[in-house]
């Protein structure tokens, strides 16, 4: 496995279950709400190597509210928060954030030049993508949201860092060290562990 920031869905991951086993089972690795990237993180550890199989698996979510996406979001991004410390970084990947950051650090022509040009990159780079992977973009009407995303995935991501509370099918969960799934609040579960908490 190369060193360094990988990603990697765990609903499409195949393990040899004695490897499982030495890394701790996954009755173990599921008491993380980000068991896949704990398990990553050991098979590294174990200096064991990740294959990229032939076949495709997709995973296609209809009809989300924009409630359920923001709340999806939001526990990918506690979960990296918790677990990959570049995730502070990920905010620059966007050329429109980028952009407009340097226009307000830096207000000029020249940022401002810049910020044109990252909302073009932002705008042309997300429809490529789109049509590569849909086969068709987003009808006309719905072009706005190709350069709200970023500021949605932004905010998401800045509350993430602060918010341990998430939900999950219907439960209300809080997100531990590593991601690890926990009951209650992080404090009151560190308070009860010091056996200061009624």
């Known amino acids: 496995m190369a060193s360094g920031l990988a990603g990697f869905p765990g609903k499409s991951v195949l ?13 173990e690795l599921g008491k993380y709400s980000g068991e896949d990237i704990i398990l990553f993180k050991r098979i590294a550890a174990m200096g064991l190597r990740l294959t990229l199989g032939r076949h495709i698996v997709t995973n296609v979510s209809q009809d989300a509210t924009i409630q359920r996406f923001i709340a ?3 526990r990918w991004a506690q979960i990296r928060w918790r677990t990959v410390p570049s995730t502070a970084f990920e905010p620059l990947l966007s050329p429109m954030i980028t952009t407009l950051v340097f226009a307000l650090v830096s207000p000029g022509r020249l940022s401002l030049l810049a910020l044109a040009c ?4 932002q705008g042309v780079g997300d429809l490529v993508v789109m049509k590569f992977e849909r086969g068709h973009t987003v009808p006309a009407k719905y072009l706005w949201t190709v350069w709200a995303r970023p500021f949605l995935t932004t905010w998401v991501w800045f509350r993430a860092m602060f ?3 998430f939900e999950w099918r219907g439960n209300t969960f809080w997100m531990g060290p590593q991601s690890m799934i926990l009951t209650e609040p992080p404090l009151r579960a560190r308070l009860r562990g010091l056996g200061t908490s009624p």
């Open 15 to 27: 393990v040899h279950r004695d490897k499982l086993m030495a890394m701790g089972s996954w009755d």
């Open 72 to 74: 999806r979001h939001l």
């Open 118 to 121: 990252g909302v073009v990159l």
């Open 163 to 165: 918010v341990a509370r």
